[in-house]
Structures are given as C-alpha cells and as structure tokens.
C-alpha cells in the first residue's frame, strides 16, 4: 500500500523568506502527485499536478518538482507572504489496482509571519 | 473556473440517523469520488464511481455507507446509521480520468 510522508509536519517563516515543503512515497509506480492546499476547516485547493512523465510544474510563486524514481517531490514557495498561512497537502496517485484513489500526506502546515 | 458544489457545509445529526452528503461535479466529468477526513487525520479514501457503478471502494466504505448518481448532476453519499466515529469532513471530487481531482469545499458532519 502506497504510504505518503511529509516534512516538516510544521514550519514557521518571516515573510519573504523562500521555503520548501518536501514530500515522500513509497511506490514509484504512480500516474501522478498533486500539491494542495488547505485553510483551517476548509475545503482542498489543487495548487498543482504534475503527471508521472514530468519533472516539474509552476504557477507563479510555487513550483513543484518530481522524482520518481526516488519516491521524493519538492513544493517550493518563493517569497512567502502571510496568506500563504495554510495546510499543505501532498497526494499521490498510484498504477496499482484500479488507481483510481490519491493517498494523502498528514500535511505540512505554514505560517508566514508578517 | 469550474467547481465541486456540496451541500450542506455543516450538517449535525443524532448518532443512529440516516444522512445524506449531496455533490454536483464538474459536469464534463466521468469519475466521482468520495474521501473524509477525521479531524486531525489523514485525507482518506472512500470510494469511487464510474459509469453508474462504483469501480473502488475502501475498507471504511461498508455497508453502512451508499452512493447513488440520481440524475445527471448529483451525486450522494448516504450513512445509514451514523455512528460518533462517522464525525468527519466529507469531500467529494470529480475527474476526466487519470488527471487531476477537483474537489469540492467539503460537507462537516457532526454526529451527536
């Protein structure tokens, strides 16, 4: 069964500063990984999908990098600002069975400090 | 941008009632799914639904839980008898295929 990792399970960062979230699987045998975000009681904000052929993805401040073989993606936040301040989740999508479900990290929650 | 639409945001039952989860996917898509999250856990998987039948479903998907697409928007989750431990935020999402979800902003069900 495919078990998702992430770390730091919590970070704290002035404003500005540029951090990266870092998040580990145990298959490698996956159609995809998709980055989310989640504010406190709310619902999952897809930031970014990358499919198993690509390396990376970017949508403005984020950019989120795969390694497949090694089981690893990076989401890195450049310039952090305060409502950046959420939950972030990890989830990867994986060949096995029908791969029909996502398997979720517990997440890593930021705060960006003003 | 298109969106997951679930009702009721919050919804608070007696522990042995019926629920029902509402969700209207994204209409050009073919794949529904239904995951929860207790509270300080893990997003998990619940189960998925294709082509008028559920394709996967989980070890937590028992009998106690159905899904059902009733007409050509809406897709539910139903819990029979809700228990304390059936307390959760319950997202549904929707796909084209072996791409991304979108998921929806989640229904709390609080079972008292």
């Known amino acids: 069964k495919q078990e998702v990792t992430q770390i730091p399970a919590a970070l704290s960062v002035p404003e500005g500063e540029n951090l990266v979230l870092n998040c580990s699987f145990t298959?490698?045998?996956?159609?995809?990984l998709q980055w989310f975000r989640q504010d406190p009681g709310k619902g999952l904000t897809s930031l970014l999908l990358i499919q198993s052929s690509q390396r990376e993805q970017t949508s403005g401040r984020l950019n989120a990098s795969l390694d497949k073989s090694s089981g690893r993606s990076t989401l890195y936040i450049a310039a952090s600002q305060p409502g950046d301040s959420a939950t972030y989740l990890c989830?990867?999508?994986?060949?096995?069975?029908?791969?029909?479900?996502?398997?979720f990290g517990t997440g890593t929650s930021l705060t960006v400090i003003p | 941008e298109p969106e997951v639409t679930q009702t009721p945001s919050h919804q608070v039952t007696q522990m042995g009632q019926e629920v029902i989860l509402r969700c209207v996917p994204i209409?050009?898509?073919?794949?529904f799914y239904w995951y929860r999250q207790i509270l300080g856990q893990k997003v998990e998987f619940l189960v998925s639904f294709y082509n008028n039948e559920i394709s996967e479903k989980s070890e937590i998907f028992d009998d106690q839980f159905s899904v059902e697409r009733p007409d050509g928007s809406n897709f539910t989750l139903k819990i029979r008898s809700t228990k304390l431990e059936d307390s959760a935020m319950y997202f549904c999402a929707s796909g084209t295929g072996f791409g991304g979800y979108t998921f929806g902003s989640g229904t709390r069900l609080t079972v008292v």
């Open positions: 989830a990867v999508r994986t060949r096995g069975g029908t791969g029909n479900q996502f398997y």
């Open positions: 209409s050009n898509h073919l794949y």
């Open positions: 298959d490698s045998a996956i159609y995809n």
